[in-house]
């Protein structure tokens, strides 16, 4: 149901695009959220945007560096890096949340997940 994409291996200093491709099933309402995951470490929220409200809410740590998107038309979410550092190697994850009509960072809130896809930046 959501499937992601554009990970890979990047210099510090580089960029890179991720795109979660998102199926039908998951209504074009619901809230998206990019998440990530470094081994030995809990998976913590990226960004958030809610549709319903134009709201965007976007990490501390990754502020001015990440952009999150979402083209309607193309049902994919996107999620732009920059300025990476060997900080952000994770999975990445996109995620829906199905039953809350708020943009939200919170893990719990999300009950669609894809399957990650990898950055590392070296």
């Known amino acids: 149901q959501l499937v992601e994409s554009g990970g890979g291996s990047v210099q510090a200093g580089g960029s890179l695009r991720l795109s979660c491709e998102i199926s039908l099933y998951i209504y074009s309402s619901y809230c998206m959220g990019w998440f990530r995951q470094a081994p030995g470490k809990e998976r913590e929220a990226v960004a958030a945007?809610?549709?319903?409200?134009?709201?965007?809410y976007v990490a501390d740590s990754v502020k001015g560096r990440f952009a999150i998107s979402k083209d309607n038309a193309k049902n994919t979410l996107y999620l732009e890096m920059n300025s990476l550092s060997p900080e952000d190697t994770a999975m990445y994850y996109c995620?829906?949340?199905?039953?809350?009509?708020?943009?939200?960072?919170?893990?719990?809130?999300?009950?669609?997940w894809g399957q990650g896809t990898q950055v590392t930046v070296s």
């Open positions: 995620a829906a949340s199905g039953w809350t009509f708020t943009a939200t960072m919170r893990v719990v809130d999300y009950n669609y």
């Open positions: 945007h809610y549709t319903g409200t134009a709201t965007t």
